[in-house]
């Protein structure tokens, strides 16, 4: 069964529309991206399938657990890196992060240091482990690059393609790297000014003028 499906949705910030009748799927155990520029409308997609911003039309449907690691981060930096993943198993009474421990070791050396003191990229994987705490069926991903260094990012995204290949995680990845999502993903949409103006295939999306002008530099994709 489809685990996102956003039919139709229009989202308005008073007179201004933001989100002008995007759908799109996530299917189990799929890797999908949502790729476009600032300001296009990625995170008010997002933050309608968690429930932060209500439609003015359209439908968002989410069958199974969904977790968010937001843009920015967001973690709680004057706790732990542990009490942080706790925080993200709240739901349970049975909090063990022994298993976020297992799929992001670096933390297991972070764990008793404060979430707030550490660098970029050990605060996102933070986030990330935070959300897997839910026990997601898919995991919404806000700018998995934003402001990290590349071999930081590539860290993560081995992590999450393990997920996805071990554990089946489902996973709307929300990028302004272009690159990077149409790397990891095997399908993308391309958001711009509110409304998707392409899709499909991450190879057929990287090798159309559309996206490789616009978002790749020019540089046709090979593979
Ligand atoms: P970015 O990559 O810069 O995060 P984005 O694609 O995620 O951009 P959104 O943050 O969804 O884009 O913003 C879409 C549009 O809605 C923008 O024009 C933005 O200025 C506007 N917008 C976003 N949030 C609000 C808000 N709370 N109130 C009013 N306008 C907003």
């Known amino acids: 069964m489809t685990v996102i499906e956003v039919s139709e949705l229009t989202v308005r910030y008073g007179a201004a529309v933001a989100v002008d009748g995007v759908s799109l799927t996530v299917e189990p155990g799929e890797l999908v991206a949502l790729i476009g520029p600032n300001g296009a409308g990625k995170s008010t997609v997002v933050n309608t399938l968690s429930g932060l911003v209500a439609p003015a039309s359209g439908s968002v449907a989410v069958r ?25 198993g709240w739901r349970y009474k049975e909090r063990d992060t022994a298993p976020i421990f297992a799929v992001l070791p670096k933390l297991v050396e972070l764990r008793h240091r404060r979430a707030g003191l550490l660098s970029g990229g050990e605060q996102q994987m933070v ?97």
Do not use: W
């Open 127 to 223: 986030a990330v482990g935070r959300a897997l705490m839910s026990r997601p069926d898919v995991l919404v991903v806000d700018e998995l690059s934003l402001g990290l260094a590349p071999l930081v990012v590539a860290d993560l995204v081995a992590h999450l393609k393990e997920l996805n290949t071990t554990g089946g995680l489902a996973v709307l990845l929300i990028e302004q790297n272009a690159r990077l999502a149409l790397d990891l993903c095997s399908r993308a949409y391309v958001l711009e000014a509110g409304r998707i103006v392409a899709e499909g295939p991450s190879a057929e999306l990287a090798a159309s003028d559309r996206v490789s002008g616009a978002y790749l530099g020019g540089v046709v994709a090979d593979g």
């Open 64 to 88: 199974g657990r969904l977790a968010h690691v937001p843009e920015g981060r967001q973690v709680f930096g004057e706790l732990t890196v542990e009490d942080n993943l706790r925080l993200g």
